[in-house]
């Protein structure tokens, strides 16, 4: 069974300040790994993802995630945020051809204040 | 071209009731998952279906059912409502049954009282 840990539950931040957004999973088989941003009111928007090669992933709106297998870890950073950041961040894990079934963690709010 | 969209927006309904929600995948997409968002809480997932096919089940009782149509729009059904069944339910489509690329719809928010 996989799992995935969102360290943080709220992470304030001011604007043009960087920012790190921690997960970690648990699974006992190779795994693609996602992130996604929920918007008020919305459905889920994917950031990125990692499906093999580069260790280091870069997604839209500025943001990048790096895969540390030994640490099972999957951090997503931005060097400067900004206020249109604020929203929810969801970490998700799937295995290798296990149909669609994706493993969220529990996310983590972003706040991004003046 | 049109995204993930699903029906209705919102529902409200009392406990003991059935609901049918409703997903229109992306043109060319033949794999369908929902998923349940409790408040606060992340996604989980309940159904994939991909070629008209159960490919995957979550942890729901069986008052949660599904179906995929032949063109490849989809249902989820949920029988005697409880208070707990109150989310936002998220469809999502992708080309293949993997979930290497998976495109989410806006949500059907469920209210049960």
């Known amino acids: 069974a996989q799992s995935v840990t969102q360290l943080d539950s709220q992470v304030p931040v001011f604007e043009e300040a960087p920012v790190e957004l921690r997960c970690n999973y648990s699974?006992?088989?190779?795994?693609?790994l996602f992130w996604y941003v929920q918007y008020p009111n919305q459905g889920l928007q994917l950031l990125l993802k990692?499906?093999?090669?580069?260790?280091l992933v870069k997604g839209i709106n500025g943001f990048e995630a790096e895969f540390n297998k030994s640490q099972t870890s999957f951090h997503l950073r931005k060097p400067s945020v900004h206020i249109s950041d604020t929203a929810e961040y969801f970490c998700?894990?799937?295995?290798?051809?296990?149909?669609?079934?994706?493993?969220f963690g529990t996310g983590t709010r972003l706040q991004v204040t003046l | 071209d049109a995204g993930v969209t699903q029906s209705p927006t919102h529902l409200i309904k009392t406990r003991g009731q059935h609901v049918t929600l409703r997903c229109s995948p992306i043109?060319?997409?033949?794999?369908v998952s929902w998923y349940q968002q409790v408040l606060g809480q992340g996604p989980q997932f309940i159904f994939q279906?991909?070629?008209?096919?159960?490919?995957g089940r979550g942890n729901f009782p069986d008052r949660f059912s599904a179906r995929q149509f032949p063109n490849y729009s989809s249902e989820l059904n949920v029988n005697a409502l409880l208070l707990g069944d109150s989310a936002l339910y998220l469809c999502?489509?992708?080309?293949?049954?993997?979930?290497?690329?998976?495109?989410f719809g806006p949500g059907t928010r469920l209210t049960v009282l």
């Open positions: 999502a489509s992708s080309l293949v049954g993997e979930a290497r690329e998976q495109f």
């Open positions: 699974s006992s088989v190779s795994v693609y």
């Open positions: 043109s060319g997409h033949k794999s």
């Open positions: 279906y991909y070629e008209k096919e159960e490919r």
């Open positions: 998700a894990v799937s295995d290798f051809g296990t149909a669609s079934k994706l493993t």
């Open positions: 990692y499906l093999s090669g580069s260790t």
